[in-house]
Every structure is written in structure tokens, then in C-alpha cells.
């Protein structure tokens, strides 16, 4: 009950609403800056290390289930699409629609994760985790390979923690929006909490062509 | 009671009582005196360390602690200092007080959030005290690979994951800066209206919010490799230690930017209140700020002309670091220049300001000589370069944020300190700090290599003057702790501007009140208009 009122109301640091909107917004964007060069030292050592051995990165690429990444990439793109109709939601005021579009960009990204999961079971199962009992086909350099897994499991991984934190967003958003919270005056958080969603989508439509495709011509 | 009540005056300190107000705080200002406790105590806790440094090194021979030891008073030495104490200094005390203060604002943007950095900054602490309890860690601050990944046996997890969780920190004060520099000002505060102190605060913000999430991700990486043995960094494995300094000093240069800048603009608002002037060039301090920002990403090769990287890379990298002498020139040539016919006052902030202007001066013009590839191979890893940064840090930040401390205790707290004994400390700091880190200069070009806990007996005499130092350096670091403590009690009532200084922050009362301003204030002039105020004083 108090958190709620206090939530609508205008924060005691700010002289109008529009002034804590920008803030709120701004603050999303600068944050959003900092995930980027967070997510950039991978990218970074992707660049270095697929450059430095280039054949070694195509093979183990090719090991990579190219279907499934695609329908993970669309799955995504969806939830990102549902995540607009939720803001446009909130803007013209509708809460059983905000309530709906949320609770379906949370079921694609739990979707999104639990193709992940498989994924990554694949791994363990064809021996494709780095470390002592690691093996890929096709290719002599051993070491090399465990190197892009080692970039696969970390980026992907990173990645999926996003993935979580978002769904996490998601449900207070929902809560939230149930409660009624959010009318066409003030609906900053659906709004900063689609910001990070399409974020995150972004980092994965980078991520699908460096690890799945690179084998591909 | 009811009449007491009465006669009081509303501030922030007494607006609630009890830890429950301090320690679930959304003022900036309380936050900022939790950080200010919290960074005081580790910089006395990396003392301790510096100081058995230098015990160690009275004598040629190995004999106070084992070299396995010595590795570590190093290490937490410097890990403590850099990451605890000297990146939060300036922004996270001073700058959260008072940044809003000086913009008419009347908190941050994200009051929650400035609560949030601070307790990530003690919850970073932690970890690094735990790996200091466990056993230490001994790799030395920068981590380098592989002994931090493969060989070392000391607590390398613990201590990078309390520096992640403080980059958090120090990431969080950031975006609470630049958003509240954007969206705050009062109205009539224009960018070219704003205080240098804050421009140097935005500038290093923006370092803060660009460079540190890339020491994050490289600390990860880094705790990785140790547990799961990623091979991101492992030559059996195709990895490339290398890349390991790439990323790190990514970060860890402009970090130098993120501790000196705001020193800068401490020294931008004393000089200019104790020669009652306007900066002189304001605009040219203002941009050399961002410019020593923006600059700063580009010189991290340097730290590398050693390492095996490129001789095109390391060209490159040289001329690059020379640039930055020019920003850095603009400001000091700038100070220089606000002091001329300035009607000068000897006060304790503006010594701590001269000290300031000197020794960073000799910090940064001895960075051109380790900026150059032929000099750098004679002096990397001596105690030349040990005194260079030293010169910066000490001698430019922390001198800075005495300075600030001083200047601004009255409006923290609503009370002065004892004036003779805080010059005393400032010429004590002053002295101690040149014996101390001057010879280590001659000590670094004679030969003598930074982490070795024994010597050629030649070096001695330099050694004990360098220990002499520290002897008094630390006099005068514990004496404004004795009488800033002294002074919350028996100091004299401040006022709420008792050095006739413009700015926002001089016009509320001392200490200001909880929301910092009655009204919000208009602002009709430019920073550091001493003009019209002496115009207004004679009419």
C-alpha cells in the first residue's frame, strides 16, 4: 500500500514528473552503456582469438545446432514484439492488455531459456564442455577448440543471466501492472524495463551469427 | 525540551537520530558521510600495510617479514588504496555532498541507488578483508596472469570478486552523476555555469560508467580461469596472457583519470575562492576535463612497451600519452594564471591547493619520461615508476581531497577546525611526502626494482630517507583525523559561509538543511563571480 502511492507519486528529489521520467530514462540508457563495454571484453577476446586461429573457430562453430540457435533468435525477437504491445499498452491505459503482453514475453523468454538449457545438456552429453574429458571432431587442435567453447559457454552464459534478471523485471512489472499501477501518466518502469529487454535481445542477435554461423558460406 | 526543539536549526544531521536513519539514508549528504567513515578507515588500513613496507625496507637484508609476506603487504596495499579508497575518495564523498548542492538540486537522481553503491562498496570491502584474514593474496594489484590464474596460493577469488562488486560501486555513483548533471541543474544553472568541481565530476563519471564494467568482465574472466580453468588466457590452450593487460589496463588507466580529475576540480574551486577570482580560462579547464576523459581511454598501451606488444602499438601509444600532458597543462597553466593579481589567502585548504599544483606537476611531468619507449625500458617495474604515480596519487589526489575536507568541513559539519594545527598538518604532509617519494625517484633510476623486500646495501641511505618520510607523512595524515574529530565538538560555529565564496553550496545553511535548499535557487550568474561580489561589498 505505501510503496504504491510513493511509486506514483513524484520522488521528493524532483520538482515535476517529466523531470523524473528523463531521469528514470536516462538512467536506463547510461546503464544500458555500461552493459555494452560489460558484454564488450568478450566481444573483444571473440575478435582477438577468432582472428588469431580462424579454421579452428569454423569447425567448432559448424558443431553448433544452427536450427535450433534460429528458432532461439526468433523466439527472442518475438518476445521483444510482445514487450512493444506491452508499453503501448500501458500508453493507451489498457491494464488487461499490459498484463497479457507481459505474461507472454515472460513464457517466450522462459521458452528462450529452456532451449538454452538443452542446449547446453548437448554440450555435456558430446563432450564439447571444455576441460578433461573434452573432445571435438574434425579438427587436431584441441586446445584451440575448447578456447570458442570457453567463449561459447561464457557469452551464452552471460547472456542467459540477463535473460533471468529480465524475467525477474518482468514479474515485478507484472505485479505491478496487475495492481493496476501504471495509467498513460506514469508508466516509466514498463517503459526503462522494454529498454533492458531489447537490450538483451540486441546482445543475442550479435551473439547468433559469431557462435552459430561463422562456419556458414 | 520544546523550547530547545525551538531554537535548534532543522539540518540534515539531526533531521532523524538513531543507525536506522544512517544506515537506510536516501540523503546524499548522510551517504556521503557514510563513505567518508568507510573510505577513512581503509585508508588507514592500507597505511598500516604501506607502513610495514617501509619498516621492511630500512634495512638491506630481508629481515622483518618473509619475501612470501612481503608479497602480500604489497599487494593489499594496493589493492585497498586504489580500489577502496583512492577511486571512491573524491566523487563519492565530496561529489556526493556536494554535487547537488552546487547544481540547486535537491538530492541526486537515485537516491536509492547512491545507498546501493555504498553498500556494495562495504560488501567489496569484505571480501577483500576476508582474503586478508584467510592468508592474503600476493600477486601484487594488477593480477596479472598466469601466476594469479595457476601459481599463486594466495586468496585471488576473494579479493576479485570484492573488486568487482566495488567497480558496481563505483558504477552506480557514476550514472547517478551524469544523470543528475543532465536532469537537475536548478533553473538558470547552465553548463557553463556549472562549478568546476562539477565538470571534473561529470568527466570522471563518464570513466566510471565506460571503463569499469570492462575491469568487471575481466575480473570474471579472470575468477573463471582460476575455478574452470577457461583458457581464455592459457598459451597451452591458443589463449594470450596479453590480452589479460590489454583488458586490465583498459580499465586501470583511465581509473588514474577517475582519481585525479576530481582532485582537479577541488583545486579549480580553492584556487579561485582564496584569490577571490574567476578561474581563469573556465572553459578550457571545463573541456580539458572531458578531454583528459576521453584522451585517457587511448593510452593503455603504455603500461605494456614491455610486454611484447607491437612496436607500431607501442609508438602509437607513446605519442598518445603525451598528448595527455596537454590538457593537464592547460589546467595547472590555468590555475597559474587565476592566482595572478589574485588577493591571495593563505588558508589551510589553499596550501593543501599549492601542494597540490606542485606535486602533480612533477607526477605528471615525470609521466613523459616513462611515456617515452627508450626511457621506459631503464625505468619499468623501479621504484622510479613507484614514485611517478606516487606523485599523482598522493601528492594530486589525496592532497586534493585534504584540501576539500578542509574547505568544505564547515558546511558538512557547521563546524571549523583548529586553523594552526591543520596548516601545521598540511606543511607536515607537504614535507613528508617529498622525503618520502623524492629519493625513491633517484632510488628507481639507480637501478632499484619495485616489489623486492631486499637491496643492494648502496641503496640504503635512500631507503631510510624514504622510511623517514613515511614516518612523518603519517604524523600529518593522523593529525586532521585527531582534530577533525575534535572539531565536531569544540570547533568554532562556521557559518553558513565562512570563506565569503560564491557557489550554491556556500548560500544554504551549515550544515545545510535535509532537502539542501528552503527554496530552490535561481541562478542569474556565472560560477566564481568574486567581481560582482566585491562590486557589492564596496556599494
Keep these: 500500500m505505501d510503496s504504491q502511492t510513493e511509486t506514483v507519486a513524484l520522488r521528493e528529489q524532483f520538482e515535476t514528473a517529466g523531470q523524473q521520467k528523463e531521469a528514470s530514462t536516462l538512467g536506463m540508457w547510461v546503464f544500458l552503456v555500461t552493459e555494452i563495454m560489460f558484454f564488450g571484453g568478450l566481444f573483444l577476446a571473440y575478435m582477438v582469438y577468432r582472428r588469431l586461429f580462424p579454421e579452428v573457430f569454423w569447425v567448432a562453430s559448424s558443431s553448433l545446432n544452427k536450427i535450433i540457435g534460429a528458432v532461439n533468435t526468433a523466439v527472442l525477437l518475438c518476445s521483444s514484439f510482445t514487450m512493444v504491445l506491452a508499453v503501448h499498452a500501458a500508453q493507451i491505459g489498457s491494464r488487461r492488455a499490459i498484463v497479457i503482453f507481459l505474461i507472454l514475453t515472460m513464457l517466450l523468454g522462459g521458452v528462450f531459456l529452456g532451449v538454452k538449457a538443452y542446449e547446453w545438456n548437448e554440450k555435456f552429453q558430446e563432450h564439447h564442455v571444455p576441460g578433461p574429458s573434452f573432445h571435438l571432431e574434425h579438427t587436431t587442435e584441441q586446445g584451440r577448440a575448447q578456447l570458442f567453447f570457453s567463449l561459447y559457454f561464457a557469452m551464452t552464459g552471460l547472456h542467459a543471466l540477463h535473460m533471468i534478471i529480465g524475467e ?6 507484472l505485479f505491478h501492472a496487475y495492481a493496476g499501477k501504471y495509467t498513460p501518466a506514469y508508466y516509466t518502469p514498463v517503459d526503462i524495463g522494454g529498454l533492458y529487454w ?4 540486441i546482445i543475442w542477435i550479435f551473439l547468433f551469427p559469431l557462435l552459430y554461423l561463422i562456419g556458414q558460406h | 525540551m520544546i523550547t530547545a526543539a525551538v531554537h535548534e536549526q532543522a539540518t540534515y544531521l539531526n533531521e532523524s537520530y538513531g543507525i536506522k536513519s544512517w544506515l537506510l539514508t536516501k540523503d546524499h549528504k548522510r551517504i556521503a558521510l557514510l563513505y567518508l567513515a568507510t573510505i577513512t578507515f ?3 588500513l592500507g597505511g598500516i600495510f604501506a607502513t610495514l613496507i617501509r619498516i621492511e625496507l630500512l634495512t638491506p637484508s630481508g629481515d622483518l617479514v618473509s619475501s612470501e609476506t612481503y608479497n602480500k603487504l604489497f599487494t593489499l596495499h594496493g589493492v585497498i588504496m586504489v580500489f577502496f579508497f583512492l577511486i571512491p575518495s573524491i566523487p563519492a564523498t565530496l561529489g556526493n555532498f556536494f554535487l547537488p548542492l552546487m547544481i540547486g538540486a535537491k538530492d541526486l537522481a537515485f537516491p536509492r541507488i547512491n545507498l546501493l553503491s555504498w553498500y556494495l562498496l562495504v560488501i567489496g570491502g569484505c571480501f577483500a578483508m576476508y582474503a586478508m584474514l584467510a ?3 600476493d600477486t601484487g594489484w594488477t593480477f596479472y596472469v598466469p601466476y594469479s590464474t595457476s601459481y599463486s596460493n594466495g586468496y585471488v577469488i576473494a579479493t576479485g570478486l570484492g573488486i568487482f562488486i566495488a567497480g558496481f560501486s563505483s558504477i552506480l555513483t557514476g550514472l547517478n552523476f551524469i544523470v543528475t548533471v543532465h536532469r537537475m541543474r536548478a533553473p538558470g544553472m547552465t553548463w557553463f555555469r556549472l562549478p568546476l568541481f562539477v565538470w571534473s565530476n561529470y568527466a570522471t563519471a563518464l570513466i566510471q560508467v565506460l571503463g569499469t564494467p570492462v575491469l568487471a568482465i575481466t575480473m570474471v574472466l579472470l575468477i573463471c580461469e582460476r575455478s574452470l580453468h577457461l583458457g581464455i588466457f592459457d598459451p597451452a590452450r591458443g589463449g594470450d596472457p596479453v590480452l589479460y593487460q590489454h583488458l586490465f589496463w583498459f580499465y586501470s588507466h583511465p581509473a588514474v583519470y577517475i582519481m585525479v580529475l576530481p582532485g582537479m576540480g577541488v583545486i579549480s574551486e580553492l584556487v579561485s575562492t582564496f584569490s577571490r577570482k574567476r578561474v581563469f580560462g ?4 571545463a573541456f580539458s576535463s572531458v578531454a583528459i576523459a576521453v584522451l585517457g581511454f587511448l593510452v593503455w598501451g603504455h603500461h605494456l612497451f614491455v610486454a611484447g606488444q607491437s612496436v607500431y602499438a607501442g609508438l602509437v601509444f607513446s605519442f598518445l600519452s603525451y598528448f595527455v600532458a596537454i590538457p593537464s597543462a592547460i589546467k595547472v597553466f590555468n590555475w597559474t594564471a587565476t592566482l595572478y593579481k589574485g588577493s591571495i589567502s593563505y588558508a589551510t585548504p589553499m596550501l593543501y591547493a599549492f601542494g597540490f599544483i606542485g606535486l602533480f606537476t612533477m607526477g605528471g ?6 611515456a617515452s619507449l627508450g626511457i621506459d625500458v631503464h625505468v619499468t617495474d623501479t621504484y622510479f615508476v613507484i614514485a611517478h604515480f606516487h606523485y599523482i596519487m598522493v601528492g594530486g ?3 586534493a581531497y585534504l584540501g576539500g575536507l578542509h574547505y568544505w568541513w564547515p558546511k558538512m559539519t557547521g563546524r571549523m577546525y583548529p586553523e594552526g594545527f591543520a596548516k601545521l598538518s598540511a606543511l607536515t604532509v607537504f614535507l613528508g611526502f617529498n622525503l618520502t617519494f623524492f629519493p625513491q625517484f633517484i632510488l628507481g633510476y639507480l637501478g632499484m626494482p619495485r616489489r623486492y623486500h631486499s637491496y643492494p646495501d648502496e641503496f640504503q641511505v635512500l631507503h631510510v630517507m624514504s622510511t623517514a618520510g613515511a614516518s612523518v607523512l603519517a604524523v600529518g595524515y593522523v593529525m586532521p583525523l585527531v582534530y577533525f ?9 562556521a557559518g553558513p559561509n565562512p570563506w565569503g565564496a560564491t557557489g550554491l553550496e556556500w548560500k544554504t545553511t551549515s550544515p545545510p538543511p535535509a532537502h539542501n535548499f528552503d527554496e530552490t535557487p535561481i541562478v542569474t550568474t556565472e560560477a566564481y563571480d568574486y567581481a560582482a561580489l566585491e562590486v557589492a561589498k564596496v556599494g
Excluded at chain 1, 198 to 201: E, I
Excluded at chain 2, 282 to 285: A, L, N
Excluded at chain 2, 365 to 370: D, I, K, Q, R, S
Design chain 1, 168 to 173: 525477474g523485471l518482468l514479474l515485478f512489472l
Design chain 1, 198 to 201: 531489447h537490450f538483451v535481445d
Design chain 2, 42 to 44: 581503509f585508508f588507514f
Design chain 2, 135 to 137: 592468508g592474503g593474496v
Design chain 2, 282 to 285: 573556465y572553459k578550457m579547464i
Design chain 2, 365 to 370: 611531468l615525470t609521466g613523459l619520461f616513462v
Design chain 2, 397 to 399: 589526489t589525496l592532497m
Design chain 2, 485 to 493: 574529530i575534535w572539531s565536531l565538538r569544540y570547533g568554532a560555529i
